[in-house]
């Protein structure tokens, strides 16, 4: 309840999620409903800010100090949000957000499952803030770090103070960050660069995109940082080209920056030069990796080099860079005015602080989750993310994107930290954490895997090139039936050699989706090949669907759905699919109340 | 500085790459990509080693790998001949019909394997040496286009180029023969283009192309020179170091 | 090449790193990089031309053919994969007869498979022109598309 006279703060979530379910229109809706009122006594504060990160029960609407969460708003709410909540201090029930875990409607979004188990570092000010205005950022702590590093500490102080945080790269490989710093710091050659990697390309990973639309500031803030302690003045933002909010709301923060001093000539009276300038990428995966990155900046196409000689030493136009991701970026700020102390006390040993994951796929709570590094996997997917849509059982979850591995249900308990998951075979990547059911094929993940870095292989290399290209003619003979047993052995040995022999990490990583899938669902291989069989009734050609007469009531859904049909049975009683009509859309599959329809024999089409 | 290269010893400059070091020694390490005079590409794969830097175990390819003081080198393992094998295999795949890698795959034991081979006529593995060639020599004519599996080598549009002066130096260095170069009744063919070519004064042999011609007077500064083949100029060159070296003895 | 054309590349200083730029504001401003206009880009910059075509072709974000007035891009990012991209895929390919990379007959719709938008939360998620549409069905998408040819129509 708010007190009269305490101002009151509403929060819209403008990001890209809730932009897409017209959360712009409520903000704005907002703003004119509550503009000159004489019924309220102190107008409200309206602001519409980043993402929160559930984006799928988006549009999100918070209000301050009463500490409701509004879920699904539609800008046809906003006229009873006014009446009811912002003049009467009533609760909207409907709008509540109802916690699958704790099977009751929440409040306060803090008290969500989803975000209790929560610690955030990189994501602190989104949701927050508006990341257009400065000011908020500066009452948020915004800037202290950078007055704190440019009038208190040298930059020695400053990569002592990073290296001992235990930082390391939030973009994938998780090289310490300190440790990057010293190296380039140590090459006693001008000019130096400072780099961020905003080409975030896992498919289902966006918290990049987030902090870059929802907290520019800190990315900003963190990059100064940089450049004093190596004694760059230049940094570069890559911003992937489908990110344009993204690059809209940069730019702002970096020229509201620059007028305010944070940026340009002797910020802050230090003496110290820095500015930022972003360069737009062009659609491609390939440009995350950080030599592509370099060479298209410069103008080139994005082709990787051999990293003998590393960037830190010889990179943008041959000299010294230091080039980081966003998500690191984002942990500097905190680090700096906190300690590195602080930092160490989260997470892990050698895995210190937070990581930000995106959860995403048949998972019920989908959107961003900031977790101390060591977190079990389980309590990922089951405490924060609901587990399973409808309960399903689960199969296994993809992490590190395209050049990672799945991770099955044996190994549920790994704790997410960068070691605990390259040893397992798969690898941290940016944080996409892709959660998979029963209804998904590991076949076909590899092949889709395989078929999205044939497109991004920047074909440089015969191995990558040529290699996944070969993986992919394997891959889509399996899923189509046409696979022979010697072509496990076949991706197995071309596997082993595209690693070791690819130019760049896209090559090297490339194989590791179909090895991890070989390795922990071998049997499904066997089963698409020698029974040609689709257990998880995805791979059409392999697929039959059967209606399990102990477990169907007889409701008739599914012969309604049928589009040719094939579907016959009287009310109440056992229904049947004639797999001689059946064209396998599988819409009886997705429908069934019940999950009575099931994956049957193989296909008597298969061939 | 002292390297070691299957067990021996051999004295290597700073700034040299293994691959220009090997071929100083005659150490023998297959490469398709790689051409002297060019600087080292990265692009085939063939031409990896093992490195062992202090005790990191590495695999590097040679021909951009720069030499460092007290590395040793094995150029050949059962690893990496696994390795070349396989790197083999997968050009089969691409040109299973070009004589050049029929041949590697014939001196390495590679066996094709018709269900994955390329069903298309394609000769280019990509190595990007004719590139490379036109940019040093030539005129930028031609570039490495698209990206992944379509990657190729065109002229831009894949239509006639208006910069390439037909002197062919994409072609002599080219490791599969794959650029189609026809002389034929005084004019030469190559890259949808078609060039008048030039006869040799003394011999009376076609040797290159007029816009050639022109691009070297222009690049020498000159305008007028004689017509004079290769051969025939080496052939006056070293008339000529004859009765310079009759006068000294 | 027209007034436009050339404001846009007089926009950038005459230097190499500009190219990809000097290339994504012609291509948002004509839906395709026109050929000539390459060649002038290659000429301003000082640059062989040859070296133009390569980047305007590694970088998918360009064209050199022209795109439709509504631009669908479906995602193919691994949430919207598992989500159903597949099948809003082959519903706008029956829906608008034609495959992606190509532009209807009409010129009003092109359709092209795009990597992960980072929407994933939405999934599966489509961009027509870049407003985002996610949550989708198949029925939803052909409401979608009806409602363009709709908007089209009156105009």
């Not at chain 2, 190559?190 to 691009?215: A, M």
């Amino acid at each position: 309840m708010s007190e009269i006279g305490t101002k009151r703060r509403i929060l819209i979530c403008c990001g890209t999620g809730c932009l897409a379910n017209n959360s712009y229109e409520v903000y704005e809706r907002l703003r004119n409903g509550l503009k000159g009122r004489d019924d309220i006594s102190v107008q409200p504060e309206i602001k519409a800010t980043g993402c929160n990160g559930l984006c799928e029960k988006g549009p999100v609407v918070k209000i301050y100090p009463d500490g409701i969460s509004y879920f699904k708003v539609a800008p046809k709410d906003v006229d009873e949000i006014i009446e009811k909540t912002i003049l009467r201090n009533e609760v909207i029930n409907r709008l509540l957000y109802f916690d699958t875990n704790q099977k009751k409607k929440i409040t306060n979004h803090i008290d969500a499952s989803f975000y209790k188990h929560q610690h955030k570092i990189a994501l602190r000010n989104i949701g927050e803030v508006d990341p257009l205005e400065t000011d908020d950022y500066i009452k948020r702590d915004g800037f202290k770090a950078l007055h704190k590093v440019l009038l208190e500490m040298t930059p020695e102080e400053v990569i002592d103070e990073v290296e001992k945080s235990g930082l390391r790269g939030r973009g994938g490989a998780g090289f310490p960050t300190g440790t990057k710093w010293k190296s380039c710091y140590k090459f006693d050659n001008f000019p130096k660069y400072v780099v961020c990697n905003g080409d975030e390309g896992d498919p289902g990973a966006f918290m990049d995109r987030s902090i870059m639309e929802g907290d520019p500031n800190t990315i900003i803030e963190g990059m100064i940082i940089c450049g004093y302690a190596i004694s760059s003045h230049k940094g570069f933002l890559y911003i992937r080209d489908e990110y344009e909010l993204a690059r809209k709301n940069m730019q702002l923060a970096i020229d509201k920056a620059r007028s305010l001093g944070y940026l340009g000539k002797d910020i802050l009276g230090s003496g110290f030069e820095f500015d930022l300038e972003i360069v737009r990428g062009g659609g491609a995966f390939v440009c995350g990796e950080s030599s592509a990155l370099m060479a298209s900046i410069e103008g080139n196409v994005g082709e990787p080099r051999a990293k003998y000689i590393r960037s830190v030493e010889k990179g943008l136009w041959d000299q010294p860079t230091v080039l980081n991701n966003v998500e690191t970026w984002a942990n500097i700020p905190p680090i700096i005015l906190n300690g590195a102390n602080w930092f160490k006390e989260i997470g892990s040993e050698k895995n210190s602080g937070t990581k930000v994951f995106s959860l995403v796929g048949k998972v019920k709570n989908t959107g961003l989750v900031e977790i101390p590094m060591g977190t079990k996997l389980s309590e990922l997917v089951f405490d924060i993310g609901g587990g399973i849509i409808k309960d399903r059982p689960f199969k296994a979850v993809q992490t590190g994107g395209p050049s990672g591995g799945c991770i099955p249900k044996k190994h549920m308990d790994i704790p997410l930290d960068f070691d605990s998951l390259s040893n397992i075979g798969s690898m941290m990547g940016s944080g996409g954490v892709i959660v998979m059911d029963d209804t998904t094929c590991m076949v076909e993940i590899a092949r889709y895997y395989m078929e999205f870095l044939s497109e991004e292989s920047c074909g440089k290399c015969t191995t990558c090139r040529e290699g996944i290209n070969t993986m992919l003619k394997i891959l889509t003979n399996i899923t189509l039936g046409k696979g022979q047993l010697e072509d496990i052995d076949l991706l197995e040995q071309l596997g082993e050699t595209i690693k070791i022999a690819s130019l760049c990490a896209l090559g090297k990583t490339a194989p590791n989706p179909v090895m991890t899938t070989l390795r922990f669902f071998r049997d499904e291989y066997i089963e698409h090949i020698v029974n040609k069989r689709c257990p998880a009734g995805v791979c059409k050609n392999l697929t039959t669907y059967y209606i399990d007469k102990d477990v169907c009531i007889g409701c008739g859904i599914c012969a309604k759905k049928c589009p040719v049909n094939a579907i016959t049975g009287n009310n109440k009683e056992p229904h049947v699919i004639d797999v001689g009509k059946c064209t396998v859309c599988g819409n009886c599959f997705a429908i069934c109340p019940k999950m009575a329809v099931k994956v049957g024999g193989a296909s008597a089409y298969a061939y | 500085m002292l390297i070691k290269i299957d067990g021996c010893f051999y004295e290597g400059n700073s700034g040299e790459t293994l691959m220009e070091l090997a071929k100083r020694n005659n150490i023998d390490i297959p490469h398709l990509c790689y051409k002297d005079g060019f600087e080292g590409l990265g692009r085939c794969r063939l031409c990896l080693v093992e490195v062992i830097e202090g005790k990191r175990k590495k695999i590097v390819s040679s021909c951009v790998y720069p030499i460092q003081e007290g590395i040793e080198v094995n150029t050949t393992s059962e690893k990496i001949n696994k390795m070349r094998k396989d790197i083999i295999l997968l050009l089969l795949f691409r040109t299973p019909e070009n004589e050049y890698i029929k041949n590697l795959a014939l001196e390495y034991g590679v066996s094709k394997i018709d269900r994955y081979s390329n069903k298309e006529e394609e000769n280019c593995i990509l190595c990007g040496l004719c590139v490379k060639a036109c940019e040093k020599l030539g005129t930028h004519a031609i570039s490495l286009v698209n990206r992944g599996t379509t990657k190729k080598v065109s002229t831009p549009f894949d239509d006639t180029s208006k910069d390439c002066i037909g002197c062919g130096a994409c072609v002599e260095v080219c490791p599969t023969n794959a650029i189609k170069l026809s002389d034929e009744n005084g004019k030469r063919t190559i890259w949808n283009r078609t060039f008048d070519l030039v006869k040799c004064s003394i011999c009376g042999k076609y040797y290159t192309t007029e816009e050639s011609l022109k691009y070297t007077l222009d690049m020498l500064g000159t305008d007028d020179e004689e017509h004079i083949c290769e051969y025939c100029k080496k052939k006056s060159m070293s008339s000529k170091f004859k009765e310079s070296f009759k006068n000294i003895y | 090449m027209t007034v436009d054309a050339i404001n846009i590349i007089n926009n950038y200083p005459s230097e190499k790193r500009y190219t990809l730029a000097i290339l994504q504001d012609i291509q948002r401003e004509y839906g395709f990089i026109p050929r000539d206009t390459m060649e002038n880009i290659a000429e301003y910059l000082n640059l062989p031309l040859s070296d133009i075509y390569s980047i305007a072709t590694f970088y998918k974000s360009l064209s050199l053919t022209p795109k439709g007035k509504y631009t669908i891009k479906i995602c193919n990012g691994t949430a919207c994969h598992i989500r159903g991209s597949e099948s809003i895929k082959s519903e706008l390919i029956s829906l608008l007869d034609i495959k992606p990379g190509e532009t209807t007959k009409d010129g009003l719709f092109s359709i092209e498979i795009v990597n992960c938008l980072g929407a994933c939360a939405l999934a599966p998620v489509i961009l027509i022109n870049n407003k985002y549409y996610g949550g989708l069905n198949k029925e939803k998408v052909a409401d979608i598309i009806n409602s363009f040819r709709e908007v089209a129509t009156n105009e």
